[in-house]
């Protein structure tokens, strides 16, 4: 089992920026590509970024320039930094691990509130 813990939420007006954190535990071994979902009151949850475990990196075409996620494998931990934060923003974001061939994930945290005010 491998366990994700988000930190890193919050309030921020437009424009600002946000990092968030997710820290892996347990069968970290076993993970290769970790990713950031997002999903806002009403609407389904998408992908926002992922990260291969050599490094590639992809992005939903609404982040594109703003976002830029990272991987630092010695502290098990990825971040989403998050620039120029528009009101769409705002959702809870989760951090996702292990991408199965079904389209969905194995390895989900619980989540964290971002809010972006106009």
């Known amino acids: 089992q491998v366990q994700l813990v988000e930190t890193g939420g919050g309030l921020v007006q437009a424009g600002g920026s946000l990092r968030l954190s997710c820290a892996a535990s347990?069968?970290?071994?076993?993970?290769?590509?970790m990713a950031w979902f997002r999903q806002a009151p009403g609407q389904q949850r998408d992908l926002v970024a992922s990260?291969?475990?050599?490094?590639?990196?992809n992005y939903a075409d609404s982040v594109k320039g703003r976002f830029i996620i990272s991987r630092d494998r010695a502290k098990n931990t990825v971040y989403l930094q998050m620039n120029s934060l528009k009101p769409e923003d705002t959702a809870v974001y989760y951090c996702?691990?292990?991408?199965?061939?079904?389209?969905?994930?194995?390895?989900w945290g619980q989540g964290t509130q971002v809010t972006v005010s106009s």
């Open positions: 996702a691990a292990d991408p199965r061939l079904d389209g969905w994930w194995t390895y």
């Open positions: 990260v291969t475990g050599g490094g590639a990196t």
């Open positions: 347990g069968r970290i071994f076993s993970i290769n590509t």
